[in-house]
């Protein structure tokens, strides 16, 4: 998980969580969900939705990795951009992702996320430096992909589909 | 932090903020000219706040922040944020809130003199940049001060009635890094 981000300036302790989590509900730019499965967490998603902007950012989405290679990640990620494009009309979402993070890569590319710049040796961990890739997926991607399948509700009646 | 003074060339210097220099951005952020590549464009621009973000910056751990003075006189703002103190990166930014003076290389001279100290007192690895394609006067500053082009994000933004790319750089300063 920690090869994802940078190293956090405090330590991971039940009191600075407890802290954050406070933060994080006063935050009036930004999302925080617990992903949860039968009934009990399995990670956490953040996402930024910039209020006076079409686009927002999925800023964090980590599984525990005892739980990797289940489709977590992949059904969260669908479930976040239902949300995003179905409920609050966002027009793209970005996302910024280590360029040998394997696993994020292939989620994004299902997905639909296509890349639109790469900065160059922008990320340390282990001793070493990776790239960071910006990958963007557009509304109109989204809905052909997607778009029958993920709704996040059946159109209402009455002709009223949004 | 509070960045040290960086006297440039041309009039240009950086300098540590004071809570003086927060006034005038007050009506600067007011005036379309200023703020039209800009959203919301409205804010709680008032004294108090500029006293709240002033004593922000003071407290940052994670950022370098300097007002920038032209022939004396504050003109602008930058900084280098969100630092990384392990990975040696951060994201620039530049302000130029006296639109009479744009067009002068005042804000190139700003990038030359930051990048500078990125290397020679921060030992950044890595300094990138986000900014308007339109905003053709940063643009060239970032272009100028070795910035290069990694990525652009179409229709990032809806500003003045049309939708704006956003032009992502970066910078390596010790390439860039010329002693003095």
């Known amino acids: 998980v920690r090869r994802g981000g940078q190293v956090r300036a405090e330590p991971a302790m039940p009191a600075t969580w407890k802290e954050r989590l406070r933060e994080a509900a006063k935050e009036q730019s930004a999302v925080l969900w617990t992903i949860e499965t039968q009934g009990g967490p399995v990670g956490i998603a953040r996402v930024s939705r910039h209020s006076d902007v079409g686009h927002c950012d999925v800023q964090d989405l980590a599984i525990d990795p005892a739980r990797w290679g289940r489709g977590y990640g992949g059904d969260a990620t669908l479930a976040i951009h239902r949300y995003l494009f179905d409920h609050l009309d966002k027009r793209v979402s970005a996302v910024e992702l280590p360029a040998d993070s394997e696993r994020a890569k292939r989620i994004a590319e299902r997905l639909g996320s296509v890349e639109f710049g790469r900065g160059h040796d922008a990320c340390y961990r282990d001793g070493a430096y990776a790239d960071r890739l910006y990958l963007r997926l557009d509304r109109s991607a989204w809905e052909e992909r997607w778009g029958a399948s993920e709704r996040e509700h059946p159109p209402l009646p009455g002709g009223i589909e949004r | 932090v509070l960045g040290p003074r960086l006297a440039g060339r041309n009039g240009v210097e950086l ?130 001060g070795g910035y290069a082009q990694i990525g652009l994000y179409r229709g990032y933004a809806y500003r003045s009635g049309a939708w704006l790319d956003d032009r992502t750089g970066e910078i390596f300063p010790e390439r860039a890094f010329t002693p003095e």
């Open chain 2, 15 to 144: 300098r540590p903020p004071t809570l003086g220099d927060q006034k005038p951005h007050l009506v600067w952020l007011a005036q379309p000219e200023v703020t039209r590549l800009w959203a919301p464009r409205h804010g709680e621009w008032t004294e108090e706040k500029a006293e709240e973000r002033f004593k922000r910056q003071c407290e940052s751990r994670d950022s370098a922040n300097w007002s920038i003075a032209f022939e004396g006189e504050t003109v602008g703002s930058t900084g280098i944020f969100d630092i990384d103190w392990v990975g040696r990166g951060g994201e620039s930014g530049l302000f130029i809130g006296r639109h009479d003076l744009y067009g002068r290389g005042i804000a190139s001279e700003a990038v030359r003199l930051r990048t500078r100290l990125a290397w020679s007192h921060l030992r950044l690895h890595r300094v990138h940049s986000w900014i308007a394609l339109q905003d053709r006067g940063s643009r060239r500053a970032n272009e100028k």
